[in-house]
């Protein structure tokens, strides 16, 4: 699986968008991007996902460059709620596995 | 639907015992995962399973660890002996199959500390 490249962490205030960038500069043509994230002593939580098309889903927009070279996780209005470690990974759809590595640590302050 | 189950919530043992963690995946869900968590680390995937048959086991660290799934509702993750380095937050997660392993649910965990 291709290797992610995330800043090791992020300030975002209350009510305004957190964009958090991932770089995955040797992704190949069947791995799609894939968020999770991880509240303080909880487990990972899936967010959204996609292969080289823009995504959106109730929780974030997913914004993939043309080249596929990096992305960009958007959190529209962050919240206090959405204070937790951004993992960014790519895999293939079928039988890859999740590998994490060090994500991002957002913080949202009021 | 109650998500990933895992049980204990928090282990404590000392050095050389047998340690026993159990998951009760989602149903329906063919895919299950067991990771592990440490600040030095970060999250390491142990073992996966697909139709209760072990996929990958290249994460395991070591012999002392074993992981089994006798039904598509059960699987345990045992370490035996056990040791301090053993210290850890295990996750495990199940995924449904419908083409590919799009969304894993992941469980609360099992705090283990090993003394």
């Known amino acids: 699986d291709a290797k992610t490249t995330q800043p090791p962490s992020m300030d975002c205030a209350e009510g305004r968008a957190a964009n958090l960038p991932c770089n995955h500069s040797?992704?190949?043509?069947?791995?799609?991007v894939y968020w999770y994230r991880q509240i303080h002593s909880q487990g990972p939580q899936y967010i959204i996902h996609?292969?080289?098309n823009n995504e959106t889903n109730e929780m974030a927009s997913l914004i993939i460059t043309e080249d596929r070279k990096s992305s960009t996780l958007i959190l529209p209005h962050a919240t206090l709620r959405d204070t937790a470690v951004y993992y960014c990974?790519?895999?293939?759809?079928?039988?890859?596995?999740?590998?994490f590595g060090q994500g991002t640590e957002l913080s949202v302050k009021p | 639907d109650a998500g990933v189950i895992q049980s204990p919530r928090h282990e404590v043992t000392e050095m050389g015992q047998e340690v026993t963690l159990r998951c009760k995946p989602i149903?329906?869900?063919?895919?299950l995962f067991w990771y592990r968590q440490t600040m030095m680390r970060g999250l390491e995937l142990l073992i996966y399973?697909?139709?209760?048959?072990?996929?990958?086991d290249s994460g395991m660290p070591e012999d002392r660890f074993s992981a089994k799934m006798p039904n598509a509702s059960f699987s345990t993750l045992k370490i035996q002996p056990s040791e301090p380095r053993d210290s850890a937050v295990y996750f495990c997660?199940?995924?449904?199959?419908?083409?590919?392993?799009?969304?894993?649910?992941f469980g609360s965990g099992t705090q283990l500390s090993v003394l």
């Open positions: 997660a199940s995924s449904p199959q419908t083409g590919g392993y799009e969304k894993l649910f």
């Open positions: 990974i790519v895999r293939i759809l079928q039988g890859g596995k999740l590998i």
């Open positions: 040797t992704i190949s043509g069947n791995e799609y």
């Open positions: 399973f697909n139709n209760n048959v072990p996929i990958d």
């Open positions: 996609g292969l080289k």
């Open positions: 149903s329906g869900h063919n895919s």
